[in-house]
């Protein structure tokens, strides 16, 4: 076909265009119509965003250009052409019609030609930016969402892009952050007139849940000026066991839960410094520019639960506020300290004498008010991974930890808060934080707990200008643990004139603080000593000092903890002045009831006890599985003095074959050679094993043994009487609970029949290996022994107890042992006669 110049060319095929030149002559140029462009695409689907949106446009066809418009004028060669880098800017408002094609045009003489691309249409309805967003887990992360019907997906999108004065409302539902595989990092910076919120929708339960694929949920690095309001973040812990977590108490793998809900420090470097120096200069960066971490953080209205390792983690921070948060199953299978609240060692920001970044005397550098804190506690052994020791004490797991920091300038309070039924301690202040105000927390340490037995508020060094005003705490006493307050680190008469001392920070040989604190006698304190503290039980190490009042073990300071009433007991108080008021207020206890009517109260408390004997071989199945370097295990029981006290303490120590272990498996050039791993024992359990005569490594980690002691005593009952069924625990490192053979038997059928006797698993206990054993009612007078036996593949253990019935011969105490037989029956008494009378008989013939 021959066409004139310019007509347009639509149908494809071969054509031949007839062209006029200034001279006359005829041209002809012969070339292919090839199939059409490819539409250009957008990266932003059509909706609701706010203006300002840049969408990318793009094109698969080779050497096509794009040209678009905004006005809803149809496309072509001489609109608007995309720039280079594929993107347009949309307007700040309004309705927006974006058009597009395709289109390839070329100079050449003879060239292959592409017909225009079907038109590309998107509608855009753009809102005026007011500083309100919102957050859905059906939402899109990208740039302009973050309407109310075009919402984004996540907290770490929403905070790159947040600024000064932004509020993030956040949908109700599950936000799945390990489906993403991403912390979520915020490194937003507000100001203080214009903070950047991220808050619940009002009305709505938001709940960010994770697990050990991402092991912090939130994860606030040099940022500023940062609010957190009313989201839920769990960890998933409960899905953890306690076999696994000593599994991996030496390897380090990852748990299948969350670790840390949020953590608030700085992403910048932070180089090692000596553990004994307590005063640390400022930290500076690969830049020499200090590091002053995050600053004005509060994290508010928040509820915190079933992590491994910390519910909030305060490291490289100041002016970090957490209020009126829920925390709780924090901790429990942690294998180096895990804690509810924890302030982590700070450096000062105050460096000889240079205050330009020193903190602000109006303002605290930590304010912990208000929180409901419960059931945290660790139930692991702790380890430090570049220690070649480890002790068999539960020393971690805290409720409030503050670690320290000599810097003058700062100032921490600790006020209002709900503690109840925790670990170790309660709230722990450590290494002489200066000007530390511990106010109206309201404690109540759950009595029947031994090693260790729960503490209220104690502290483990001197701490310069402390107050402790107005608590209230309920616990119990024992070996370990079980102070109700304990200030004596502080509070201390040097010299017995009857005043409390000075003390300064120790230094080392280079002139540095250190850790460790020596009293100044007869240089009296400058602050005030406590005042309207009340305690019940665990006592104090300065009690009778005015403003600790100890009520006694038999004391009331709550209303009736029972049905969990924690309202203080006024008129239990003694000498509490009308007007002053100690305690939690109000509005905590009515956010606890408003708690309790969502919630099993069950959860509140915790049954686990420490087994100690359970724990220690748990510990050596792990080194024997993850450890082959630890060979040639040694036991040390303990050594006593003359008095009874213990001199040494029970150790089981190792030779290391690799002295290089801990470098390879820290990858760390740091670590020091080590020859040997020790392992100190629980010192109860040591008594223990020493009163047995037994070794820890002859028990064995694969046979069952029986975890309680005391539960399979002896009874007595009359004929006929009714048995309670008694519990007990068996404990097996290697076979489940279900798979164990459990079996008992009666040595005297006369008064209790073997097969009238049931043993039953009790699955639904939160104890695994928990059995129940019921025993007929007794047919005839007289005694037998009950033989109850555990066995697996590998070994059994038995435990005896005598059932005494009317009157019969009392078989003594029971007891257990390894394997055993079936006792003999008791004689009867016809039977003892006629062996007597052929005794008699037998020595007349002799005669």
Not at 208 to 221: P, Q, R, S
Not at 341 to 357: H, L, P, Q
Not at 366 to 377: A, D, P, Q, S
Request: glycine content about 10%; hydrophobic content about 35%; charged content about 20%.
């Amino acid at each position: 076909s021959s066409y004139t110049s310019g007509y347009a060319v639509r149908v494809a095929g071969s054509h031949t265009l007839t062209a006029s030149s200034q001279e006359g002559d005829t041209v002809s140029v012969t070339f292919e119509i090839n199939d059409q462009c490819v539409m250009p695409t957008a990266n932003v689907k059509g909706g609701s965003y706010f203006g300002g949106l840049s969408v990318e446009l793009y094109t698969s066809t080779k050497f096509a250009t794009v040209f678009y418009t905004i006005d809803g004028s149809t496309p072509s060669a001489t609109s608007a052409e995309l720039p280079s880098d594929g993107v347009i800017t949309l307007p700040a408002s309004g309705v927006v019609q974006l058009r597009a094609v395709a289109i390839s045009t070329s100079s050449e003489g003879t060239s292959a030609y592409q017909l225009p691309s079907e038109e590309l249409s998107v509608q855009y309805t753009l809102q005026t930016r007011n500083g309100e967003y919102f957050i859905s887990p059906n939402g899109v992360d990208a740039d302009g969402a973050g309407t109310e019907s075009n919402p984004l997906s996540s907290i770490g999108f929403a905070a790159s892009i947040a600024q000064p004065g932004d509020t993030f409302y956040i949908r109700g539902g599950l936000y799945n952050l390990s489906e993403s595989g991403k912390t979520q990092v915020i490194s937003s910076v507000g100001t203080a007139e214009s903070p950047i919120t991220f808050q619940a929708y009002a009305g709505e339960a938001p709940i960010f849940e994770f697990d050990m694929g991402v092991y912090t949920a939130f994860n606030i690095e040099d940022a500023e000026h940062v609010i957190f309001d009313g989201i839920e973040c769990t960890g998933n812990a409960q899905t953890a066991t306690f076999e696994d977590a000593f599994a991996h108490l030496f390897v380090g793998e990852p748990y299948t839960a969350g670790m840390t809900c949020f953590n608030i420090g700085s992403s910048k470097n932070n180089p090692k410094n000596g553990l004994d120096v307590a005063v640390l200069p400022t930290e500076v960066d690969e830049n020499g520019d200090p590091v002053l971490g995050s600053s004005y953080i509060t994290i508010r209205n928040c509820i915190i639960h079933d992590v491994i390792q910390k519910g909030i983690n305060i490291n490289r921070a100041r002016y970090v506020t957490i209020e009126n948060n829920i925390v709780y199953n924090v901790a429990h299978h942690s294998l180096t300290g895990g804690h509810g609240i924890m302030r982590k060692w700070n450096a000062e920001y105050e460096v000889d004498g240079d205050s330009s970044t020193a903190d602000d005397p109006n303002a605290y550098r930590l304010k912990i008010v208000g929180n409901i804190l419960f059931n945290i506690e660790q139930r692991v052994y702790s380890w430090v991974n570049w220690h070649n020791y480890l002790t068999g004490e539960i020393d971690e797991g805290k409720a409030i930890l503050i670690d320290g920091s000599l810097d003058p300038s700062a100032r921490v309070y600790i006020g209002n808060n709900l503690l109840l039924f925790n670990g170790v301690v309660n709230i722990r202040l450590n290494d002489g934080t200066h000007n530390v105000e511990v106010v109206r927390n309201s404690v109540y340490a759950q009595r029947g707990r031994e090693y260790p037995t729960p503490s209220g508020i104690t502290q483990s060094a001197y701490h310069p200008n402390i107050s402790v005003v107005g608590n209230v705490v309920y616990s119990g006493s024992g070996e370990q643990g079980g102070r109700a307050i304990d200030m004596s680190k502080t509070f201390t008469d040097c010299n017995d004139d009857g005043e409390y001392d000075l003390h300064v920070a120790s230094t080392n040989s280079k002139g540095e603080k250190l850790r460790s604190f020596e009293c100044v006698a007869g240089t009296p304190l400058t602050f005030s000593p406590p005042s309207y503290n009340f305690i019940a039980g665990g006592g104090t190490n300065h009690a009778g000092v005015e403003g600790v009042t100890d009520l006694g073990e038999d004391g009331e300071v709550f209303e009736d903890p029972s049905s969990y009433d924690f309202r203080v007991k006024r008129s239990a108080l003694i000498g509490l002045p009308s007007g002053v008021d100690v305690g939690v207020t109000a509005d905590v206890l009515d956010r606890f009831n408003q708690f309790l009517s969502n919630h099993d109260p069950s959860i509140l408390q915790s049954t686990w006890q420490h087994d100690h004997e359970r724990s220690t071989q748990l510990l050596l199945k792990s080194i024997k599985a993850t450890r082959p370097e630890f060979v040639n295990p040694v036991y040390h029981p303990n050594q006593y003095d003359s008095n009874g006290k213990v001199a040494e303490e029970a150790t089981i120590v190792w030779d290391v074959s690799d002295k290089e272990w801990m470098k390879s498996e820290w990858d760390s050039a740091d670590h020091p050679y080590y020859s040997t791993f020790l392992h100190t024992l629980n010192k109860h359990y040591a008594d223990k094993l020493f009163e047995k005569s037994k070794s820890p490594l002859d028990i064995g980690v694969d046979k069952p043994w029986f975890t309680r002691k005391d539960e399979l005593v002896d009874i007595e009952v009359e004929v006929g009487e009714s048995i309670s069924p008694m519990s007990f625990s068996v404990d097996d490192v290697m076979t489940d609970a279900e798979d164990l053979t459990v079996t008992a038997r009666s040595s005297n059928g006369n008064v209790v029949s073997s097969s009238a006797i049931s043993i039953s698993h009790d699955a639904d206990s939160e104890e695994v290996g928990r059995f129940v054993l019921s025993l007929p009612p007794p047919s005839s007078a007289g005694t037998t022994t009950i033989l109850v036996t555990v066995e697996d593949s590998n070994g059994k253990v038995s435990s005896s107890f005598a059932v005494n019935v009317g009157g019969g011969t009392y078989a003594g105490e029971g007891g257990e042992g390894e394997g055993g037989g079936l006792d003999l029956p008791p004689l009867s008494l016809s039977l003892v006669i006629v062996l007597i009378l052929i005794i008699l008989g037998f020595i007349t013939m002799l005669m």
